[in-house]
């Protein structure tokens, strides 16, 4: 499980890194956020086979549905720091360039084929694959797309090939996909169910949109909600401002590219300078200096730290369990269902962002999860009990890491059962009651209109 380091305040108010120190003592001194090797993980370059805890389980317990939410790709950036060139990256696909995939020249083939697919409404406008020489701004890269085919052949040989959760006559019945409608969330879908499925056949695949980032269908609004958020951009820019290492970093990069300090820090540099970091490609240059590795450190860590006290803070998470409840009772709802015995939408793919996979997180009280890198997937698995068919149970997998005794309504289930799973009414319970416990409210609609005391 990757875990985020911790750098707490000391009782003295000082931050402990920041005083020198001659002999570390080794009990009690909290590991230092090294934001390099975060950047690294974020940047989920594509190597060596990974590992994963999907598809475990007893002998006797049979796999009854898999739903998957993912963030897409390793993308270009959605922001250019002012007056530098953009980063040069070419989003062609060529398997004979690293990083690839055995499949990248067959899904190039089949991806120019897509007419017989039913893409809702806008979808069936936005290219199937990325082909720009030079990236457009926010487009899937070769990585990206090499991210997913790399995810849907690991779910195949599981599910696939080991569980057999679709045969090989499989229908557009027994899938439900869904993604917001950018191109990199559609090519992220695309990517993974052609390793994925034992047939990538376009007529049985049915493409929903979804307009909301955070997949609230038709149960969007949510006054509160949007109070959370506020209170939550507050917090961020409070702790902004009161960094002062990072107030001195923008002041340099705004001089080296010649802008205004506040005009730099509003095209949000750290989005541009992790592609640079990604692709190996060094930090723009202006004749008055060039950016470096310090000024990319400094706003990194500046991330993590917003990150910890976002979680501390609780904000985010009153926010999350609002945004996520209609994504997540949806799930809820079909995994009911298929307990019953439907046969319906046993595979699931919401192809999505970092800020659905974020608060989904967040809601579901895993706190010890890193903010979703690219390519990020989050893992539902429905087992049946074969010794007693009425009882199902689920597992949560996040980047293949087993995460269901994190998630705060099966922490205190795991310590009084043998059991490997969590059962699935405990999930059942907590989307449609417990999550709005904390806002003293009974139902979604009530504690989306409820003001905190």
């Known amino acids: 499980v990757h875990l985020i380091p911790v750098n707490p305040v000391r009782e003295d108010g000082l931050n402990p890194k920041s005083r020198k120190r001659i002999i570390p003592d080794l009990l009690t001194e909290p590991p230092e956020i090294d934001p390099v090797y975060e950047a690294h993980i974020y940047c989920n370059i594509p190597t060596a086979a990974e590992r994963s805890m999907e598809g475990h389980a007893p002998h006797y317990f049979k796999l009854v549905s898999v739903q998957v939410l993912i963030r897409h790709g390793d993308r270009y950036p959605l922001y250019a720091i002012p007056k530098t060139k953009r980063p040069d990256i070419d989003c062609m696909l060529l398997p004979g360039r690293k990083p690839s995939h055995p499949q990248l020249e067959a899904f190039i083939k089949h991806m120019s084929k897509g007419s017989a697919a039913q893409l809702d409404g806008s979808l069936s406008s936005l290219p199937r694959y990325p082909s720009h020489s030079l990236c457009e701004m926010g487009e899937l890269t070769q990585t990206g797309v090499v991210q997913h085919l790399r995810n849907g052949q690991l779910l195949r040989d599981i599910y696939i090939n080991k569980h057999k959760l679709l045969p090989s ?92 300090t ?71 709802n079909r995994l009911q269902r298929i307990a019953e015995g439907k046969k319906e939408e046993v595979f699931v793919l919401y192809s999505a962002h970092d800020v659905t996979l974020s608060p989904v997180l967040s809601a579901l009280g895993i706190t010890e999860a890193r903010f979703p890198r690219f390519a990020a997937r989050l893992v539902f698995e429905l087992w049946q009990d074969g010794k007693r068919p009425k009882e199902h149970f689920i597992r949560i ?57």
């Open 169 to 260: 006559d499989w229908t557009a019945k027994q899938l439900y996909l869904e993604t917001t409608g950018k191109s990199r969330t559609l090519q992220s879908a695309l990517a993974l169910l052609y390793t994925f499925l034992p047939d990538f056949d376009w007529k049985r695949i049915n493409m929903r949109h979804q307009w909301s980032t955070i997949f609230c269908s038709g149960s969007c609004d949510c006054p509160m909600r949007n109070h959370y958020l506020e209170e939550e951009q507050r917090r961020q820019y409070s702790l902004r401002v009161k960094n002062n290492d990072l107030e001195k970093i923008y002041v340099d990069m705004a001089k080296i590219v010649g802008i205004p």
């Open 397 to 453: 997998l996040y980047n293949g890491a087993d995460v269901t005794f994190q998630t705060s309504f099966c922490k205190d289930y795991y310590k009084r059962s043998s059991k490997p799973m969590c059962p699935l009414e405990k999930l059942v319970n907590f989307v449609k009651r417990d999550m709005f416990l904390i806002f003293n409210s009974t139902s979604y609609y009530d504690a989306c209109r409820r003001r905190p005391l």
């Open 262 to 332: 506040r005009q730099l820090r509003a095209s949000n540099p750290i989005d541009s300078l992790l592609c640079y970091f990604c692709h190996n490609v060094s930090f723009p240059c202006t004749k008055t200096g060039c950016i470096g590795m310090e000024h990319f450190k400094v706003i990194k860590r500046h991330q993590l730290e917003d990150e910890r006290e976002r979680q501390e803070k609780k904000l985010y998470f009153l926010y999350a369990l609002l945004a996520t409840h209609p994504l997540l009772n949806q799930t809820v």
